[in-house]
């Protein structure tokens, strides 16, 4: 039988404090209400704050101070080349006997870079030089048989004076004297073309050699020991790269073509300064110069053709390289915004909006816009030059959307 007694209430004891328990929860939920509900009202207020995308303020490297600053015009691609390239061909057509270089050789000027074989053309030249040994001899005995009929003439002559001779025997001296003389002339004549030909034969061996037209490199081996090379190409008809052995590159003087639109050929002008830059070397940037703008230009494209020098290349420039050049055009001292070494703050054009007849930027700080009156100076491409108003840096609101407000919270994608 269950014992009850254990279930009687003690009036003696003190009484339990409850409600002491429930107020140090209360305080605490009111602690963490506190601390919730702002940032919920935070939350929901960014949720709602407009998307907006920036860019920050760039400090670009300028000129000293009272130096000029080059102020970016036009952007063009191309390609690197070398201002002085060509494909080193064979005179004759002949096999190949020898070949003196490989890709990346460096040649001197008039260097023999290969040879083609030339047996048949030695023993010409051997047939040549006999041929003048036999004019030379022959010449010898002509101009000794030449001496014997004028010395006979001369005696026939006194003895005509003594009226011992008669007039018959010194027209035979004088006329074998006149053959004698006419035949030395032929005999040397006979010499002359004998050392002619072994010019030529010399020449024709000369030209089984493949020299170098000028200092470089090679870029290109286009033929092998043993094959039949020609200066001819099919059916006769000469091509760039027929009988071509190698492609010889002056890689001092590399330049970029480049392809400039009808449209703004205008600004482009002769020995404008620009700057250079390469998809295969991020980050390097070369100086350049116009060195020609080609006077004609190309229907079909609608471009027209500029040579770029590139005046600062280094080893990591190679031709065909694809190339983008940035035209500069020189700017007055003074003009724009530089600081105090000549540096130049620049932001998009997107960036800055009218209102009430200034300019504007909105700058993104702590995740709110503050609008910011602004100074401009040059533009440059799709940049602009700002001379007050925005620090280096800064992040700006590029295409800014109406709906912003002064210290709005925003949000950046």
Known sequence: MTDLSRLRIDRDAPPRRRWLLWGVLLILAGIAAAIAVPRASRAIEKARAPEVSVEPARRLAGASPGQSADVPVLVASGYVVARRSTDVGVKAAGRLAWIGVEEGSRVRSNQVIARLEHADLDAALDAARASVAEAEAALGQGIAAADEDRRELERQRALRRDLIATEAALTAADAAAAVSAARVRALEAAVQSARARVRVAEESIENTNVRSPFGGVVIRK???????????????????????????????????????????????????????????VPGASYRGRVRQVFPAADRAKAIVEVRVSILDPDGRVKPEMTANVTFLEPRPAGSGATGPAGDV?????????????????????????????????????????????????????????????????????
């Open 345 to 413: 703050t620049t932001v998009p054009k997107r960036a800055i909006v009218e209102r009430d007849g200034a300019r504007w930027a909105w700058v993104v700080a702590e995740s709110r816009v503050r609008m910011r009156a602004v100074r401009l100076g040059a533009e440059r491409l799709d940049q602009v030059e700002v001379v007050s108003g925005v620090m280096p840096g800064e992040a700006v609101v590029v295409g800014p959307p109406g709906v912003l407000r002064d210290g709005a919270l925003v949000r950046v994608r």
């Open 222 to 280: 286009r033929a092998e020991v043993g094959e039949t090379v020609s200066p001819m190409g099919v059916a006769g008809q000469a091509t760039r790269e027929a009988g071509a052995i190698a492609t010889v590159a002056d890689l001092d003087e590399l330049e970029v073509q480049a392809e400039v639109s009808e449209s703004n050929i205008a600004r482009i002008g002769d020995a404008m300064p620009a700057a250079v830059q390469l998809p295969a």
